[in-house]
T-cell receptor, first 114, second 113 residues
Framework: DVKVTQSSRYLVKRTGEKVFLECVQD?????MFWYRQDPGLGLRLIYF???????EKGDIPEGYSVSREKKERFSLILESASTNQTSMYLC?????????????FGSGTQLSVL | AQSVTQLDSQVPVFEEAPVELRCNYS??????LFWYVQYPNQGLQLLLK??????LVKGINGFEAEFNKSQTSFHLRKPSVHISDTAEYFC???????????FGQGTILTVHP
């Protein structure tokens, strides 16, 4: 089974801190995604990557950046955390991004910014 | 642009009753539709998907969905639910570009004994 592992289940940070969320997948998938999940809003795409060092903005990239130096690892960076970035963050991966291909999700990181 | 709207934010139901979770979609291009489920404190997993062909799609755990082009709907159904079906369900579209998906707002299904 594909495993997508997010480094922290819960994270508490202070406003203005730089925050790193890490995600690792073990199945040599080409595509990796970062979503945030908020009640009543579903999941919204922040950034995705289709290859090492390649990235594209999703629907809500403001205040975030990403890094993909190795194929298996995709990091989400909050340069200066703000309270409105308190949310559940979900990482996902897919093999090639082909038609109808399913995404494999990690268990999520609940980030609280105080 | 593709989008989906889930018509119910919460659906309470008794065990062994039937359930329908409603989803409408809008798209100007070929439609790929999915239902994902998120059990408490877990990541999301694929329940079923529609790409083309038969409009009735069967998924895991006894769920099925029907693609209705004239009504632009993709409702999820199960004839008899269990306590273990308590979860949040997402109607999803996309998959045409790098596998990017667009999620609906989610429907929380709560099954009561």
């Amino acid at each position: 089974d594909v495993k997508v592992t997010q480094s922290s289940r819960y994270l508490v940070k202070r406003t203005g801190e730089k925050v790193f969320l890490e995600c690792v997948q073990d199945m040599d998938h080409e595509n990796m995604f970062w979503y945030r999940q908020d009640p009543g809003l579903g999941l919204r795409l922040i950034y995705f990557s289709y290859d090492v060092k390649m990235k594209e903005k999703g629907d809500i990239p403001e205040g975030y950046s990403v890094s993909r130096e190795k194929k298996e690892r995709f990091s989400l960076i909050l340069e200066s955390a703000s309270t409105n970035q308190t949310s559940m963050y979900l990482c996902a991966s897919s093999l090639t991004g082909g038609r109808g291909e399913k995404l494999f999700f990690g268990s999520g990181t609940q980030l609280s910014v105080l | 642009a593709q989008s989906v709207t889930q018509l119910d934010s919460q659906v309470p139901v008794f065990e062994e009753a039937p359930v329908e979770l409603r989803c409408n979609y809008s798209s100007s291009v070929s439609v790929y539709l999915f239902w994902y489920v998120q059990y408490p404190n877990q990541g999301l997993q694929l329940l079923l998907k529609y790409l083309s062909g038969s409009t009735l799609v069967k998924g895991i755990n006894g769920f099925e969905a029907e693609f209705n082009k004239s009504q632009t709907s993709f409702h999820l159904r199960k004839p008899s639910v269990h306590i273990s079906d308590t979860a949040e369900y997402f109607c999803v579209t996309g998959g045409t570009s790098y596998g990017k998906l667009t999620f609906g707002q989610g429907t929380i299904l709560t099954v009561h004994p």
